[in-house]
């Protein structure tokens, strides 16, 4: 966006056109003719005209060419500009005055000799208050400075600051802030074949009740900036949030809705979320914005590398005005409730202030783990924005989308934020739903998988949080008697909670039961017995056999190579593509294991996965892999896979 010139509107054209054919009659009776006017007709002519807050009037001498008869000069301005610029023409001096004014605006004049000759100056009046403040953001005042000179502030609301400045009165904390520019989160979404990360890396600390006039000043910006400022308001959920486009100077808004703000500085170029070169560095400064939210309403928010200490959260936490608070991590970026970040309403550490620093650390190292499970560490495509992980006073249970990870109000999912040493049990639903975000798709997301692979990153932070394995825990919440064909997968008198994990009932079910891995035409809301064989093949290859990058690699082909549904064909290819590409990258033959999990079974079928999807594996194309991975001449494991467990695992080695 460029705040310096600003071009006449089509009606304003409009305009001047209607203008011209009556000077155009002029010309036409003088005795020169057309071409005898150079292009050059007239010098010293600005392209623009500047002017700051205070207006005021400069006389422009201009230059004619000799051929030039200067009485059939028209100057042209619109008259909705004429209530606040006046122009005249007079002994070759462009005279222009401009009224005082807060805010930018601009107007073309238009020197008009005939059809062929036509000249435009721009008047542009900045709002620039630099003749009372010292600083862009007009949060400084000059020294010196009188009260009479302060009532020549054209603006109420900035003769009420500098005031306040000078009274020493003023709270400048959050109302003045730098945000720094961020990478939109579609680019690494896109590379990486997920979804979009959060978009509100750059919070403010104020917040608004819809209808607020704001008065938010905006010091200078970068050639092509598009700023905005984000209104959030989770009591009608995620979904409801407006922005507002921001211009270069001070900016009169009213808020559309209630709640906390977002700066939005998005570009498109790879500036990493963490700035640990001076190359990094020098970018985010060349496009960093100061921002003055003028008597804004405070709430604060808590940044990591910013406020560092408890005692400043503390600090910060008590002077919340507002219902929810915003808390910056290097990777993460928690939105919650303030009460509850207090200590009410959690029935695990009622009255006691959340350890910010620990739940920081536990967010951002259930990101980083995810992310490093994925491989971006290794191929260094680590995401340039954070994860949000956000309250919604609307939704029922958890839910991701695009940049954001929701989760409903109460005391269950505030124990997870609010009281750090319940994290590591608690842990499951935000890392399922960070989950959700990082599935690459089509490639470990291909339909049927959708509450499946997600999975397979949280087992890796569950246990490297040191908690047990959820496939192991004995009666495990998500241990059930899953449908089958023919009713119940266990009679009654069989089926006994308490002695079972889901590695008994996924065996039970795939493997003694014969199925396609894909349960077709099946209702079952135990997807974790899906889940076993995706586990098994980390444990197997990564910790039993020491191939750290087994998992970093599969996910880097994905991102980088089209999978069949990518080209139009069903889903069911996608999973076949899944056996050939482990069985490539491992350099192990693990047909035995796939056909047991039922991988290779021949199916026809529709799956839903929120949404129908066709999903086919004929018999020629599982017979075609299966030659396929037989002539490779792969190594063929010495254990059957399927009965590692994380128990076991020390006994695969090779």
Known sequence: MKSTKKRAPIVVWCLLLSFLCLFLNVGCSDDSTTNEIPNDWISDLPATIEFNVAGGSKKIPLSWNETVNTAHVACILSEENRQWCDVKLENNTLAVSVSPSAFARSAAITLVYDENHKSVVYVNQKSDFSEYFTDESCSELK??????????????????????????????????????????????????????????????????????????YLSHIYDGAEISLNFQNLNEGYGKNQSVILKEGLNRVIAPISGLTYVFNHVEEDIPLLLETEEAKKAVAAKTVKIHFVFGKVNGYFDLRKHQTQEKWEEILANAKYQDIDVLGDYSHITWNVEQFRGNNVSSNQGIVTDILKSIDNCDRLVVLEQEFLGLKKYNKMFNNRMHFCLDYVV???????????????????????????????????????GHVNQTRPGLKWAG???????????????????????????????????????????????????????DVSRKYFIEGERAHCLPNIEINIRETQLVPFWQLKLFFVDALGQEDFYHDLYEYFRTHSSPSNEGKNAGLDQLDFVRQVCR??????????????????????LSDYSNKIFIITENQANALRKEIEAANYKLPAKDVTEITDETWEGFKE
């Open 449 to 503: 998988m959708t509450e499946v692979t997600n999975n397979l990153t949280v087992l890796h932070v569950q246990t490297t949080f040191g908690a047990e394995s959820k496939l192991q825990r004995i009666g495990d919440g998500s241990v059930g008697n899953p449908n089958t064909e023919n009713g119940k997968l266990y009679s009654d008198a069989e089926f006994d909670k308490s002695k079972l994990n889901l590695y």
């Open 143 to 216: 020294p010196g400075i009188t009260d009479e000179e302060i009532e020549s502030i054209p603006h109420e609301k900035m003769r009420e600051l500098a005031y306040a400045l000078k009274k020493g009165e003023y709270a400048k904390e959050f109302r003045v802030g730098e945000f720094r520019p961020y990478q939109h989160p579609s680019v690494m979404a896109a590379r990486n074949k997920t979804a979009k990360y959060s978009l509100r890396d750059n919070p403010t600390g104020i917040y608004a009740e819809q209808g607020d006039e704001m008065f938010v």
């Open 585 to 606: 990258i491992s350099g192990y033959n693990m047909l035995d294991f796939f056909e047991k999990w039922g991988f290779l079974k021949a199916v026809n079928t529709t």
């Open 396 to 434: 029922k249970s958890p839910n991701a989308s695009d940049y954001r990870t929701v989760y409903s109000a109460g005391t269950s999912y505030a124990e997870i934020f609010c009281n750090p040493a319940k994290f590591p049990e608690r842990l499951w639903g935000a890392a399922h739903e960070v």
